[in-house]
């Protein structure tokens, strides 16, 4: 069965600092998707980085990166220059890349930014 | 272009009422899920719509949950009758179909929130 774990339930970083959001997941599966997405209060869950199972270079999306091994099923989120509007849900996900698509999530992790 | 739209943002009923959950999908997506998060457990899959033909529903929790999208467009979800364990965060998800026929990136909406009390 696929699983996705976020052990932090919540984290605090200091306005301009880096962050790091943890994420391990399991699949039998060769091929697949991995997502960060957040979520800000009462707003819409939206896509911050996506990862192709099969490309070993890490995806990066401006302040975003992350670090996939793919060998430990581990995927966790770099912000770096965190700032105020970053505060949100974050949650880690992964998806096959057939069948019916559906998105496998984590727990969540609860990001606080201090100013 | 408007996002995945959820009515109603917040919805507050007594145990064995009825409510109705809707969401209209991004213009042209033909795929449309239905997710719950539990509070403090992660977000499950319940069922998976293509066009108006569910593709998989393994992940409704019972009989009293019913899953509808008329025409392909708009999809309602309805709890009848609801039960406290039902109380949650339910949200709606969309995506295209590639001409590959795989489903590309999924666009969530902001969810409703459901406390059965």
């Known amino acids: 069965a696929q699983t996705v774990t976020q052990s932090q339930p919540e984290m605090s970083v200091q306005e301009a600092e880096t962050v790091t959001l943890s994420c391990t997941y399991d699949t039998s599966e060769s091929d697949y998707y991995l997502f960060w997405y957040k979520q800000p209060p009462s707003r819409q869950m939206i896509l911050v980085i996506r990862?192709?199972?099969?490309?070993?270079q890490n995806a990066t999306e401006n302040r975003f990166s992350v670090n996939f091994q793919k060998a430990a099923k581990s995927f966790s989120l770099k912000i770096s220059d965190s700032q105020l509007g970053d505060a949100a849900m974050y949650f880690c996900?992964?998806?096959?890349?057939?069948?019916?698509?559906?998105?496998?999530f984590g727990t969540g992790t609860r990001l606080k930014v201090l100013a | 272009e408007a996002g995945v739209t959820q009515f109603p943002s917040h919805s507050v009923i007594e145990k064995g009422q009825t409510v109705t959950l809707r969401c209209d999908p991004i213009?042209?997506?033909?795929?449309l899920y239905w997710y719950r998060r539990v509070m403090g457990k992660e977000i499950k899959f319940l069922l998976h719509?293509?066009?108006?033909?569910?593709?998989?529903e393994s992940g409704m929790p019972n009989n009293r949950f019913l899953a509808e999208r008329t025409g392909g467009t708009y999809s309602t979800l309805k709890v009848q009758p609801a039960e406290l364990e039902d109380s949650g965060v339910y949200f709606c998800?969309?995506?295209?179909?590639?001409?590959?026929?795989?489903?590309?990136?999924?666009?969530f909406g902001q969810g409703t929130r459901l406390t059965v009390v």
């Open positions: 213009s042209g997506h033909d795929n």
């Open positions: 719509f293509v066009k108006e033909s569910k593709q998989d």
């Open positions: 996900a992964q998806r096959s890349v057939s069948g019916t698509y559906k998105y496998i």
């Open positions: 990862q192709e199972a099969y490309k070993q």
């Open positions: 998800a969309s995506s295209q179909r590639s001409l590959q026929g795989a489903a590309t990136e999924a666009f």
